[in-house]
């Protein structure tokens, strides 16, 4: 089967890092996408990774493990403006993208 | 790039009346559209995934008669909410994918349905 799970709530103080991980399993990927959602907004597109290995944004990196259906989004720096779901979702083999629950952040001054 | 549009924003209407959402993709060509629908504080659900000249695929569990989606060319898809009742009432975001199935989904800005 399918599944993919993220933590419901974090919380993390303004200028500091934090890490929102996500877990996941299928037997065909083609990819883990990560979006920010703030509240009554629309997703927007954060990072993808295929591939093993840290990519890196500006503020913002996206890691993923392939071998043990494990990604990470760090945000470094983070501002008041960071305050947002992230949503993590990954692409199976017939395209589709298969979206977890979102992580709530919450930063504080 | 990759901006995806959606029209209207917020829409009030009459239980019964029907509301259509249109949904463009403005400086690429998207050969697949997908309609989410978000209740407050919960996750995106996917309604429908429409490919350009074809019948859209419908999820479990939603209503094709009900939600009706034309994605007549490229750059538009629409979704019809047919005889609108309270409980339709919702975030309802559409996303679109370019060419390839390997592409990234942008998402338009969502439109808010109030059924009264």
């Known amino acids: 089967g399918q599944n993919i799970d993220q933590p419901t709530e974090m919380t993390a103080t303004e200028g500091a890092i934090v890490q929102i991980n996500c877990t996941y399993q299928t037997s065909g990927f083609n990819g883990l996408f990560w979006y920010q959602q703030h509240a009554g907004e629309a997703p927007t597109f954060l990072s993808y990774?295929?591939l093993d290995g840290l990519e890196e944004k500006g503020r913002f990196s996206s890691f993923l493990s392939r071998s043990k259906g494990y990604s990470y989004l760090l945000l470094k720096e983070l501002q008041m403006k960071d305050s947002a779901s992230y949503l993590c979702?990954?692409?199976?083999?017939?395209?589709?993208?298969?979206w977890g629950a979102g992580t709530k952040l919450i930063i504080k001054p | 790039g990759a901006v995806v549009s959606q029209h209207p924003s917020w829409v009030i209407c009459k239980s019964g009346t029907s509301v259509k959402i249109e949904c463009r993709s403005l400086?690429?060509?998207?050969?697949?559209m997908f309609w989410y629908r978000q209740f407050p504080k919960q996750s995106l659900m996917l309604m429908a995934t429409?490919?350009?000249?074809?019948?859209?695929?419908?999820e479990q569990g939603v209503e094709k008669d009900k939600f009706l989606i034309n994605h007549a060319s490229l750059t538009l898809s629409t979704l019809t909410v047919t005889s609108a009742h309270p409980e339709d009432s919702s975030f309802y975001i559409c996303?679109?994918?370019?060419?390839?199935?390997?592409?990234?989904?942008?998402f338009g800005p969502g439109t808010r349905l109030l059924v009264l």
């Open positions: 996303s679109a994918r370019g060419l390839s199935a390997l592409e990234t989904q942008y």
């Open positions: 990774n295929v």
């Open positions: 400086d690429f060509q998207a050969t697949t």
């Open positions: 979702a990954f692409m199976d083999s017939n395209y589709q993208l298969i």
């Open positions: 429409s490919n350009e000249g074809s019948k859209a695929t419908y």
